[in-house]
């Protein structure tokens, strides 16, 4: 197999993996809390697949440099979120999402402009989290479960539209260098898609709660990232790859363990007489 046939199975490996990833999601939201199914939703498992092909293909330069891309447009997401939370308080998800998108776009093309820095992307992360969580943080996390469970087919057709999406954009991606694949790689496909159908199942105090946690569980790429831009050098570039998914998955599990300790503490804690 040349690297020219493992480029072109990058696209639909990410689309496979999105549309099982939305299943899974949707599924998980439908029985489990919203906080969980926002967590889980924020996991780089739709990114990773793109990025271990241009690994593979490309080279760890390439790929850290596409990295320095995503890591700063994980900043626009929380844009993206800040603002579906927030008229979602006022306006039906139809309404939200056009203006969401429209936020990403605008601060994506932005992030275009900057310098390719690692600093530089931390700073922007970090700023656009800030704004975005400061102005969520009266967005409760508890709300009411899932109303009812969906089928099994409607499922995989939101899992496969999601797929094909995200394969065209990968397609794309990769013809336009470094700099705005790794842009591109952050749209928020799968979560566009989830929050698409998330109206049927749930009331808006749980959309916002799960999209709030959503914001929390993007601290999660940060590792992911991070390790594709200063491991492939010293450890190689699927070393880096794993311990990258590996430190995803840790945030994730110490943020679900967080919650879970709040939640204890505040049921426990004594009631004013």
């Not at 952050?186 to 989830?194: D, E, G, I, N, T």
Request: aromatic content about 8%; glycine content about 10%; charged content about 10%.
């Amino acid at each position: 197999m040349t690297g020219e046939d493992l480029v072109w199975l990058a696209i639909p490996a990410r689309g496979i993996a999105t549309a099982l990833f939305v299943g899974g999601v949707i599924w998980l939201m439908e029985r489990a809390s919203p906080f969980i199914g926002g967590i889980v939703l924020a996991l780089p498992i739709v990114t990773a697949p793109a990025y271990l092909f241009l690994l593979v293909h490309d080279g760890p330069a390439f790929a850290s440099h596409a990295a320095l891309g995503s890591l700063a447009t994980i900043g626009a997401v929380q844009l993206f979120l800040a603002v579906v939370i927030a008229l979602l308080a006022r306006l039906p998800m139809t309404f939200a999402l056009p203006a969401a998108l429209a936020t990403w776009t605008i601060a994506a093309a932005g992030i275009r402009l900057l310098p390719a820095a690692l600093p530089v992307s931390l700073a922007v992360f970090a700023a656009a989290a800030l704004l975005a969580w400061t102005a969520g943080r009266r967005v409760p996390l508890t709300a009411p479960a899932a109303r009812g469970r969906s089928p099994v087919y409607e499922v995989a057709l939101r899992g496969a539209a999601a797929g094909l999406l995200v394969a065209f954009i990968s397609g794309t991606a990769d013809l336009l260098g470094p700099r705005i694949a790794g842009i591109l790689a952050s749209f928020p496909v799968a979560l566009l898609v989830v929050c698409l159908f998330m109206p049927r199942r749930l009331e808006t105090a749980g959309m916002r709660a799960a999209l709030r946690a959503t914001q929390y569980g993007l601290l999660s790429h940060v590792p992911f990232f991070l390790s594709l831009i200063l491991l492939p050098g010293r450890l190689g570039g699927v070393a880096g790859f794993v311990i990258g998914i590996a430190g995803s998955l840790a945030v994730a599990l110490l943020l679900a363990m967080l919650r879970r300790l709040i939640l204890h503490r505040q049921a426990v804690k004594p009631q004013p007489a």
